[in-house]
């Protein structure tokens, strides 16, 4: 298996405008989680699925920001619209079962809002 | 709120040398505890998974220590590297609420020197 894989892997915009993050989970994996990391806060949790539905939303930060898993191989995180504090690297993660097994991530996509 | 800190927030050791690097927690009500590596500009690799039920996990050089009553786990490196420099974080899930949401510690930044 490829991993968890994300695209892209830059992404530069400008404020205002709609940024979409996608990301593949690996094969067979039924929880996948959304990550931010910045250097003021670390690695943040936004939101997490199982089997395809959200469990946990608590820690996306505004109405701007929505993601959504259709299947269980794609997941879209999407922020609309996109302001220079979103600025950050986004991480997916995916994992097998309900909590004790390994969470893999992928390579994050760096987001830069001008 | 479960908070993760870890110590020191950098270290700089010579080749060879053995380190240990902590990491602590409030709430022992977590299911498991997990290490990874950070490399600059890359995606989070899993070293070590430890389940709350047990005490340590030995993956070639790293053994990691969990002490779940006391909410500390230690990652001891040997023999250390210079391909061992990367920031190392700790990360728990909880025990309830379902999931392998991950709460982050700040990481610690490790250079290993020839």
């Known amino acids: 298996d490829a991993g968890v894989i994300q695209s892209p892997r830059h992404e530069v915009t400008e404020m205002g405008q709609e940024v979409t993050l996608r990301c593949k989970p690996i094969?067979?994996?039924?929880?996948l989680f959304w990550y931010r990391q910045t250097m003021m806060r670390g690695l943040e949790l936004l939101i997490y699925?199982?089997?395809?539905?959200?469990i946990d939303d608590s820690g996306m930060p505004e109405d701007r920001f929505s993601a959504k898993m259709p299947n269980a191989s794609f997941s879209t995180l999407k922020i609309q619209p996109s302001e220079p504090r979103d600025s950050a690297v986004y991480f997916c993660?995916?994992?097998w079962g309900q909590g004790n097994t390994e969470a893999f991530f992928g390579q994050g996509t760096r987001l830069t809002v001008v | 709120k479960q908070e993760v800190t870890q110590i020191p927030a950098a270290l700089s050791v010579p080749e060879g040398e053995n380190l240990v690097l902590n990491c602590s927690f409030t709430d022992s009500a977590i299911y498991n505890l997990q290490w990874f590596r950070q490399d600059p500009g890359k995606g989070l690799t899993s070293l070590l998974l430890?389940?709350?039920?047990?005490r340590e996990q030995t993956s070639g050089r790293l053994n990691a220590s969990l002490d779940k009553s006391s909410g500390r786990s230690t990652l001891y490196i040997a023999a250390s590297q210079p391909g061992d420099s990367a920031t190392y974080l700790c990360a728990v899930s909880p025990l309830t609420g379902g999931g392998n949401k991950l709460t982050f510690g700040t990481g610690t930044q490790l250079k290993v020197e020839l």
């Open positions: 094969s067979g994996h039924n929880s």
């Open positions: 993660a995916s994992s």
């Open positions: 430890i389940q709350s039920s047990q």
């Open positions: 699925f199982n089997n395809n539905v959200p």
